[in-house]
């Protein structure tokens, strides 16, 4: 039999899946696997489980926030072996399975670990470690994610305007050195995010248009510190109508950027804490995931969809 390890996280999406354990285990058995279930106990847990026992299993299956997946992913690339992943999104954002098409019904997502078609995309290399779609920095990092879910459903970026503006005043500006073969400056930045997805913090659109996870490129997206209410007023029209020519937005594709300053950067990758840096380097790694899809998705943010 195939032989499938289950990390899953207790705890995501306020422990959803105890509900759904049984008839998930079911669909594996039922498609042929046979499956050894690990639940996580703290933080690291996943990443620390799949590298010491990926080489003994045939795939990996994860349930959880993206935060999980990232440490599923993070693990799986620290032990050097090559295995498929199936991903049952369990968390409250889900950013990633939502790039994929996964369904957030956590049954049919089991269905599409057994059924679906391997989507090899991209993943990012930072520093010594990896993210599976974002790496950011600043002043916006956790508004997406502190942003009311309902009140993203029913306003969408406008949602994103309003936590953001409550917040006037009182950034940190960040003196950095910005390296990369599309774009090369130094100044003053309140935000930055570098991606490989068509939503972050549940915004659907926000990381740019055209998003493909297989093309072996970043979206990048830096903000510079506005030095007055106009210039922030300018910044959030340009991050909600995905304006390539502004002054105070620059919006790149890459596939490796160094972010350098002389005081150390907190960042976040996958929407958990990434640590604090003065030197950033990112590479994007191109098809270096297999992911359980629908089938080899289109994975693109259309323009009249925004």
């Known amino acids: 039999m195939t032989k499938m390890l289950f990390v899953y996280n207790p705890r995501s999406g306020k422990g959803l899946i105890r509900n759904h354990i049984s008839v998930i285990l079911e669909t594996f058995s039922a498609g042929g696997y046979e499956v050894t279930v690990r639940p996580t106990r703290m933080e690291k847990d996943a990443s ?3 590298e010491e026992r990926a080489a003994e299993y045939d795939i990996i299956v994860c349930s959880g926030g ?48 057994v059924q679906g078609t391997p989507f090899a995309c991209d993943i990012g290399k930072f520093n010594d470690d990896y993210f599976v779609y974002v790496a950011a920095f600043g002043f916006l990092t956790d508004v997406s994610y502190q942003t009311n879910q309902e009140l993203k459903n029913v306003l969408g970026h406008t949602a994103y305007l309003i936590e953001g503006m409550k917040r006037v005043g009182s950034w940190k500006s960040y003196s950095l050195r910005i390296e990369s073969e599309e774009f090369c400056d130094e100044g ?24 493909e996870l297989n093309d072996g490129l970043f979206e990048v997206m830096l903000v510079r510190t506005p030095q007055n209410l106009v210039d922030w007023q300018e910044v959030i029209g340009a991050v909600i109508m995905k304006d390539e020519t502004s002054k105070n ?46 089938s080899v998705p289109v994975v693109a943010v259309r323009e009249a969809e925004n």
Not at 81 to 108: C, E
Not at 197 to 205: A, E, H, N, Q, Y
């Open 48 to 50: 620390n489980i799949v």
């Open 66 to 113: 993206d935060g999980t997946l990232d440490e599923v992913v993070t693990g799986l690339m620290h032990s050097g072996v090559h295995r498929r992943i199936g991903y049952i999104p369990a968390g409250s954002t889900n950013d990633f399975g939502n790039s994929l098409g996964i369904p957030k019904q956590m049954d049919l997502a089991a269905e599409l670990i």
């Open 188 to 211: 003053e930045f309140m935000y930055g995010m570098i991606s490989n997805s068509t939503s972050v913090g549940g915004i659907k659109g926000l990381p740019g248009k055209n998003i």
């Open 249 to 294: 937005v620059v919006r790149f594709k890459t596939k490796h950027l160094i972010i350098s300053s002389d005081e150390p950067v907190a960042w976040t990758r996958d929407g958990e804490n990434g640590g604090e840096h003065t030197i950033a380097e990112m590479t994007i790694l191109p098809k270096a995931l297999e992911i359980m899809a629908e």
